[in-house]
């Protein structure tokens, strides 16, 4: 219903949801994509694995250099890093939001730590990790061509249980869980501008979570500063869960979002200044007519009535 900007429905669905009272916000993010955490309340829709039997190898696909001396697929970006808000509930690049670029990831909403390696982690077996070009470890940027690019890795599903077999994996991947139902709920009352008590509430319980404890959003907000707000909650929230491409086309930001300079950490470099890892021979690029698919020119032949989609 989101995708078809079918709000009415989009709130009144979400809202069943909500009111089954069977679904609920777990306290612990970090366990979410434990398998301690697994089959809990949040969870709506995973699927299920089990090791030895039918197994996954998400370990083997984004764990850090350092456990499986391989190149992983999938990296996050200084965008998403840096899009996390410090505690006081500030961007990093607001006054008075007390960020240090010398201890970047002091002080930063939790979500942070549960959703991304960052220099100074500990990885599952207690060894540190520290991913900056001159730390001398082993998933140091540039230090060989299979570590990260950008200096992080993704945190989520990696656990210790794992760490002996990193193809033979037996986590569950959660495909939706009550998070996003409050989140499509505040979104969909957003878009109608049928802003009320409960919009907030949906945000705040998400960002109220015991171990994330973010500030509440202070009322009275407009329309679009709350529809970036929504946007803002979706990306750290849902972080790495698949939905951020699909969010992104659906908002119509693709060309300004995808179209910039691919960067990595902010580390001191061994002169004593700031330097941003930068990676110019990796370009993403998406245009105008990429939101659709180009016609097949059989289709075409076939059917002259048909007019290609804008741009090819």
Known sequence: MLFAKRY???????KSVMDLNVYSLVDSYASLFSYGGENNDEVILDKEFIKDVYSNNVMALFAPFSILSNGVVMVPLKKIVDGYEMTNGKMIGESGSGFDPYDPYKNRDPRLYYSVYVPGDHLPDGRLFDSRPNSGLADAVGSNYQVSVTGFYVKKYINKEDMNDLSNCGINIILLRYAEVLLTYAEAKVELNQIDGS??????????RSDVNMPLITRDKSQEELREIVRHERMVELAFEGQRFFDIRRWNIAPEVFNVLIQGLTYVNNNGQLETVDQPGNIRRFEERDYLW?????EMDLNKSLNQNPGW
């Open 199 to 208: 919009v907030y509430d949906a945000i705040d319980l998400i960002r109220g």
């Open 294 to 298: 180009p016609i097949p020119q059989k």
């Open 8 to 14: 009415n429905e989009a709130a009144s669905l979400a």
